[in-house]
């Protein structure tokens, strides 16, 4: 049939870059089990784990029966999201307790992780767009996953691999701010968020590291865990600080044109979500908790009109025979 086919060809057309999608929707389904509401968090982690296999056989095919494109894609900017998205969905399968397959998840994440940031597009004098800071946004996925798997397994290994994943993004975050361009606030296509989206699972990454350290698994003495404490704090308000800012710069110049960047704004509103919430549990903060669940909602709000933004992208894509609707765009052409 014309349409299928159509829908189909689209589909092959979606580049790595994509999995912001996946990273966006798991994100938010970890914010919504973190404020209770357990029932659309599984909803939204269903609709995750489909479009993960979808774009991880396609990743697949093109490893084997396509190396040149498959390297191409590798070394485009949107190639480490392929790394957080997988941690992402781990982390929330991990809350399920099904510990096995987010451990699974972790094994590949890890895998994926170097050999991606290897082919990662290196700064050749030039600004560049948000996404620079995915390799912030990675290395601290997998310290979250790390460190949620540490505790549910009481494995202190894992809790100081993740801690030292921890501060490897945080140096990450450092040498990518050097290189973002800061124009980028008032006129990028969405994936500036990025900016804040990675202090936001920064400290949502310290925020479980300090809930790891239990009398079952003892990990930091009072200097260590003080330290850890003092950082998760400051990356929440750098983060809460980052919000604000690129929520004004929406308003002072919205961007209303539809681009597959915009999930990077909706993964850094769920982002910021679940470090308050997770941060209000790890500093014993109860008043984090009321302005977390409404963050929480405001994410959700945003992934719904992502969602009828793609929808519309996909009908037309299907529509012009899998040549694209006018005006989508690719991370990775960029």
Do not use: K
Not at 35 to 43: A, K, L, Q, W, Y
Not at 51 to 74: D, S
Not at 254 to 269: G, I, K, Q, S
């Amino acid at each position: 049939m014309p349409g299928i086919s159509g829908l189909r060809a689209w589909w092959a057309r979606r580049r790595p870059a994509a999995g912001t999608a996946v990273m966006a929707t798991g994100i938010v389904s970890v914010g919504l089990h973190m404020s209770g509401d357990e029932t659309p968090s599984r909803i939204l982690l269903g609709v995750a784990c489909v479009v993960w296999a979808g774009l991880g056989a396609g990743f697949a095919v093109r490893l084997v029966g396509q190396r040149h494109r498959w390297a191409a894609q590798a070394r485009g900017p949107g190639a480490l999201t392929a790394v957080a998205a997988t941690a992402v969905l781990g982390t929330r399968i991990s809350a399920l307790g099904r510990q096995t397959p987010a451990e699974a998840l972790l094994a590949l994440a890890a895998l994926l992780w170097p050999v991606l940031l290897l082919l990662a597009p290196r700064n050749r004098g030039r600004r560049m767009p948000g996404t620079v800071f995915l390799c912030c946004v990675a290395a601290q996925g997998l310290a979250v996953l790390a460190a949620v798997l540490a505790a549910s397994e009481a494995l202190a290994w894992l809790a100081h691999a993740a801690l030292a994943l921890f501060w490897l993004g945080l140096v990450f975050y450092g040498l990518a701010l050097t290189r973002f361009e800061p124009r980028q606030v008032l006129h990028g296509a969405g994936d500036h968020w990025f900016a804040g989206g990675a202090l936001g699972i920064s400290a949502l990454a310290g925020a479980e590291l300090l809930l790891a350290d239990s009398a079952r698994l003892p990990l930091w003495n009072d200097d260590d865990r003080g330290t850890l404490r003092d950082m998760t704090i400051t990356l929440l308000v750098l983060d809460l600080a980052c919000y604000l800012v690129l929520l004004a710069a929406e308003v002072a110049l919205p961007r209303l044109r539809h681009d597959v960047r915009r999930w990077a704004t909706v993964f850094a509103t769920g982002a910021t979500a679940a470090a308050v919430l997770s941060v209000a549990a790890a500093v014993d903060a109860p008043w984090l908790t009321g302005p977390g669940r409404a963050l929480v909602w405001v994410a959700v709000a945003a992934w719904l009109v992502a969602v009828v933004a793609a929808v519309r992208a996909a009908r037309a894509g299907a529509g012009q025979g899998g040549r694209g609707a006018p005006g989508v765009t690719s991370t990775a052409r960029r």
